[in-house]
DNA sequence: CTGTTAGCGCCTTCAG
DNA sequence: CTGAAGGCGCTAACAG
């Protein structure tokens, strides 16, 4: 019923052997012979079989992209990014290959459970975006994980994510969210502000807590008082950032300014504070982390730390599939750049 | 090297047959006999061959996501949410299938290129998000790009675009964004605006068509002259509203209000009209389209039509993997809410 | 409930 | 440059 090989071959009399190579191209064909194929493969509406290739040839096109959340804009532009790569040389409709995005909505197990998925399709490559999460025994699971694929032939790449030991990742392309962290608190304190809310990401994860890092360093740096009454955690997402304002806004009445984990928290704080009756900057400084693109329409525009978010994504897309040469000693620091904008503003 | 199911079986002392048998749950296997084979895919760290399985059984764990953009939000909602319905009925790492999502970047050509691959794959299941093309010819490829996929047993899904006839398609979820356009107009209207601008997606798309349709059928409604001078088309970014709202400023200086194509074309919108010093709502009304998550923060709120994207989507997936019933012929339009906010108020 | 027997459709040596 | 042959790992009838 459903078309193969053998009849491709049949109507373009040769072997089937001849048109595997035809679609594959990988191997010396004449050129007389490569067009009378084509023909047959057009003429007979022919698709390959891509589970019967991948099964004899031990690998597949696809390639497994890992985020958090897809419908995050941070992750959606790496992924898109990612995607954009990951396409053959060209040509017809071949050597392309399509990307696996797996939402792990941040939960260890699903993390371990679509790698497993994704080793079951022969991935050829897989790449990890965003933060990893901080916990000795799923750290390890993971690495074993990333271990058996990398056996089994698919490259790994990390992106976004530190690089973690005995991982076998071809690289890791790691945000550097202390030394972000670090400008922007520096950026506030240098406006003169003495008293900064800080609301963290959830905890147990990389990227919480280099960023938080970099924030506190950045008080030590001034031999400011680093109150923990000024710190809140709570999720990547809007409504934590509300909530943990109006925390913050309670046990610290005084304050002059708040830094969030990232852009979508920001938003939420500055609702927060709006609601409260209070104005940005005026009143207080409001900070983000990523530049998402919404982050320069909010009104005031807000001030936070770009990370390349696509380029980063392209360049994960191109090492995973060897179009690029990996960063020496497989680690690449990718540094995020300050942009100052409305939001910020000496205290009152 | 690597394990295959023949290893697992003969350290189970059970048939190949069974151990497959244990592993897809389709089939009665003594719950003794199960415990074993169990233990022996763990204690040999065996993974399932995807490619084989899908060779064997004529058909895979993949189900293909057609989005324009997955960095925007719009789709990555959407995506995120087929993702989230299409997992099995639970259970171990099995059952579970996985999300291919393919960016076509409204590009016809790659959205055909994608259709094929999917076919390739053997997809189980392929969901079509956002507006169609309109063009006779591309819609006919598409058609029977379809056709072929449904025919080589994919349940092929529309989500967010009109049912395209003899397509095969199990089921289309249509946004009526001719309702929802009209309705945002109305509202303007009854602020007791007259002179409106229109800033309409890229031409040649079914829900841009669709929006300007509803926008124009409201000014009809009224008898208010629909002045072309007053509509600019663009694609669906920041950056086409902020031109576009230039141009419009340039044409018609005593607009009182701009509707924008989508809400990311709003927000360019807003921006442009901020630097020609113009106050939101005060001077001009802006409205958008979506809803997205950035909306109800941007200040002024703006005023849109809320489309309920993640239900639309979660519908598109249980109804591609079978676990709801398609609507009853196969059609059913999905309705947008108006959302009432600061950025709209009556003309000065 | 379990084992046996054939392929699924393609790639890939190996000859020629 | 092209053909022939074997097998990739699994599933799906059939028997039993």
Redesign the pocket.
């Known amino acids: 019923m459903?078309v193969?090989?053998?009849d491709v071959?049949a109507r373009a009399?040769?072997?089937?052997?001849?048109?595997?190579?035809v679609?594959?191209g990988?191997?010396?064909?004449?050129a007389?012979?490569?067009e009378r194929v084509l023909r047959a493969v057009d003429d007979l509406d022919?698709v390959?079989?891509g589970p019967?290739?991948a099964?004899?040839?031990?690998t597949s096109d696809l390639v497994g992209v890992l985020v958090n959340d897809i419908a995050d804009p941070f992750f959606g532009i790496m992924a898109g990014a990612v995607q954009s790569e990951i396409g053959g040389p060209g040509g017809r409709a071949g050597g392309e290959r399509m990307a696996v995005v797996c939402n792990t909505g941040g939960s260890p197990e699903r993390e371990l459970t679509y790698l497993t998925l994704l080793q079951r399709q022969r991935a050829a490559a897989v790449v990890l975006t965003g933060g990893a999460i901080e916990d000795a025994e799923h750290a390890a699971a993971i690495a074993g994980k990333l271990r058996r694929l990398a056996e089994a032939g698919s490259r790994v790449v990390l992106c976004g994510r530190p690089p973690s030991p005995d991982t076998d990742a071809v690289a890791a392309l790691t945000f550097d969210n202390r030394g972000g962290g670090r400008q922007i608190t520096e950026h506030l304190l240098g406006l003169g502000h003495r008293r900064v809310g800080y609301i963290a990401g959830p905890e147990e994860r990389t990227t919480t807590r280099h960023r938080l890092e970099g924030h506190r360093a950045a008080l030590a740096a001034r031999d400011i008082e680093d109150d923990p009454a000024l710190t809140v955690h709570g999720p990547y997402d809007r409504r934590s950032g509300y909530d943990a304002t109006v925390e913050l806004l309670r046990r610290a009445p005084d304050l002059t300014a708040v830094v969030a984990a990232n852009d979508t928290v920001a938003l939420g704080a500055c609702a927060a504070l709006r609601d409260k009756g209070l104005r940005i900057p005026d009143d207080v400084s409001v900070a983000g982390f990523d530049d998402l693109p919404f982050s320069i329409d909010v009104v005031p525009a807000l001030t936070t730390v770009r990370l390349p978010l696509h380029e980063a994504g392209a360049r994960a897309g191109r090492i995973a599939m060897g179009k690029e040469k990996p960063p020496p000693g497989g680690v690449a620091t990718v540094h995020g750049e300050l942009m100052v904008r409305g939001s910020t503003a000496g205290p009152r």
Do not use: F, K
């Open positions: 459903t193969t090989l053998a071959a009399q040769v072997s089937p052997a001849t048109v595997s190579r679609l594959n990988n191997y010396p064909v004449a007389a012979t490569r022919y390959l079989n019967a290739s099964l004899a040839a031990a």
